[in-house]
C-alpha cells in the first residue's frame, strides 16, 4: 500500500503565495509520475498540474500556467507545487495523487492516477 501525505495548505490573501508538498510512503514502487488535482465545493475534482518521472516532463491546466509551477523529486517521492499570485479562485481542497500502475499519456484525467492523499485546503481571501 502506499501513503500520500500533503501538507503546506493555509489561508492567504489573494495575491500570496503558497508551497505544497506531497510525500509518498509505503512499499517502494517507481512508478509513473505525480500531480496535483483540486476541487472546490460544490465543484468536481479539476487537474491542476502533472510531473513524468520520465524526464521530468510537467504540465499544468491553463488556468495556473504561470502562476503554479510544478517540482518533484523521484527518489523521494516526493512533489512540490509552488502557487504564486493566488487568487480566490484557487480555493479548494488540493490532492497529491501518483500514478503507478498506469503507463498512458494522459496526465490529466484523475482516472489515471492510482492513490490519491487526503487534501490539504488551501484558502485565499479577496
Known amino acids: 500500500q502506499v501513503q500520500l501525505v500533503e501538507s503546506g495548505g493555509g489561508l492567504v490573501q489573494a495575491g500570496g503565495s503558497l508551497r505544497l508538498s506531497c510525500a509518498a510512503s509505503?512499499?517502494?514502487?517507481?512508478?509513473?509520475?505525480m500531480g496535483w488535482f483540486r476541487q472546490a465545493p460544490g465543484k468536481e475534482r479539476e487537474f491542476v498540474a502533472a510531473?513524468?518521472?520520465?524526464?521530468?516532463?510537467?504540465n499544468s491546466a491553463d488556468s495556473v500556467k504561470g502562476r503554479f509551477t510544478i517540482s518533484g523529486d523521484k527518489a523521494k517521492n516526493t512533489v512540490y507545487l509552488q502557487m504564486n499570485n493566488l487568487k480566490p479562485e484557487d480555493t479548494a481542497v488540493y490532492y497529491c495523487a501518483a500514478k503507478v500502475f498506469n503507463s498512458g499519456t494522459d496526465y490529466s484525467s484523475a482516472r489515471s492516477y492510482d492513490y490519491w492523499g487526503q487534501g490539504t485546503q488551501v484558502t485565499v481571501s479577496s
Open positions: 509505503g512499499r517502494t514502487f517507481s512508478g509513473f509520475g
Open positions: 510531473i513524468s518521472w520520465s524526464g521530468g516532463s510537467t
